[in-house]
């Protein structure tokens, strides 16, 4: 399997631009997850769905990210506009009935 | 509110020595599950071992070991045999509240920088 994929890998883009984050769960998979990694707040949970249906976006910073996710094999994560502060690693994850999750590669978002 | 402490930021261990990492996680669940991760300079996050609330063996990988004691509520990670290749930031992490069934998010601890030394 090819594990979760994620593009792009890296991203830079200025203040104000929208920035769309992709990914692909590993196939077979229920659950995808987006999380966000930085110095100060290290890994916290964006949202996740379960069956694409979103279960909770109570980490979702603000009205400017949101969320898709339109199929099995597919989410997307959008930001706009962008913002200084949103510069981080994003990861997606994906797991099965409850084992293990599974991580991307991430994709290094720097905001200017 | 569940929560995950690590209390380590750094530590140092000797090739070929074992080292454990500490965990302690707070929860109200009877149900959950205790996770390990690696994430080298790479930036990657690897799965190394699992450990369920109600297992009653701690679990093993390989070289991996996860010192359980649940009522203490701590989840020690156990690396034997250290190698250079081991010299990356551990995270510890717990299975967030199920909702109707569904998996639940992982919480996160800070994590633990480990340098292994040649």
């Known amino acids: 399997d090819a594990g979760v994929i994620q593009s792009p890998r890296h991203e830079v883009t200025e203040m104000g631009q929208e920035v769309t984050l992709r990914c692909k769960p590993i196939?077979?998979?229920?659950?995808l997850f987006w999380y966000r990694q930085t110095m100060m707040r290290g890994l916290e949970l964006l949202i996740y769905f379960n069956n694409n249906v979103p279960i909770d976006d109570s980490g979702m910073p603000e009205d400017r990210f949101s969320a898709k996710m339109p199929n099995a094999s597919f989410s997307t994560l959008k930001i706009q506009p962008s913002e200084p502060r949103d510069s981080a690693v994003y990861f997606c994850?994906?797991?099965?009935?409850?084992?293990?999750?599974?991580f991307g590669p991430g994709t290094r978002l720097t905001v200017l | 509110a569940q929560k995950i402490t690590q209390t380590q930021p750094g530590m140092f261990v000797q090739e070929k020595e074992a080292v454990t990492l500490d965990c302690t996680y707070d929860t109200s669940d009877p149900s959950y599950g205790l996770f390990w991760y690696k994430q080298p300079s790479s930036g990657e996050m690897i799965f190394l071992i699992y450990q369920g609330s109600y297992d009653q063996q701690n679990a093993t990988e390989g070289r991996y070991s996860l010192n359980f004691q649940k009522a203490r509520k701590s989840a020690n990670l156990v690396i034997s045999a250290s190698q250079l290749g081991d010299s990356a930031m551990y995270f510890c992490?717990?299975?967030?509240?199920?909702?109707?069934?569904?998996?639940?998010?992982?919480?996160f601890g800070k994590g633990t920088k480990l340098s292994v030394k040649p």
């Open positions: 992490a717990m299975r967030g509240r199920l909702y109707g069934g569904s998996q639940g998010n992982l919480i």
């Open positions: 196939s077979g998979h229920n659950s």
């Open positions: 994850a994906s797991s099965l009935q409850g084992d293990e999750q599974f």
